[in-house]
């Protein structure tokens, strides 16, 4: 089993910047790849940013040139910085880890990010 705490959601201006992190805990060694996801009301989780499982990254053409995916292997923690934040990135974000061996994916309890106009 793999555990995922997400964190640093909040309430920004249009324009304004936050940080998620994801801490994983667990059986992390079976893990291939890490991303966020994120999930507006009456929409479908979509992919927002991704380690492919190379360590390449992977990011979702709308958060292009303004999101951030980075991780600290020590700390077992994904982040990913957004600045220049819209009112359309307003969601819940999930962060997501991907066993390549069995497709097995796991989920974090997600963060709300809200961006005022």
């Known amino acids: 089993q793999v555990q995922l705490v997400e964190s640093g959601g909040g309430l920004v201006q249009a324009g304004g910047s936050l940080r998620l992190s994801c801490a994983a805990s667990?059986?992390?060694?079976?893990?291939?790849?890490m991303g966020w996801y994120r999930q507006a009301p009456e929409k479908q989780r979509e992919l927002v940013a991704s380690?492919?499982?190379?360590?390449?990254?992977n990011y979702a053409d709308s958060v292009k040139g303004r999101f951030t995916i980075s991780r600290d292997n020590a700390k077992n923690t994904v982040y990913l910085q957004m600045n220049s934040l819209e009112p359309e990135d307003t969601a819940v974000y999930y962060c997501?880890?991907?066993?390549?061996?069995?497709?097995?994916?796991?989920w974090g309890q997600g963060t709300q990010v809200t961006v005022s106009s």
């Open positions: 997501n880890a991907h066993r390549g061996w069995d497709g097995a994916d796991y």
């Open positions: 667990g059986n992390i060694f079976s893990i291939n790849a």
């Open positions: 380690f492919t499982t190379g360590g390449s990254t």
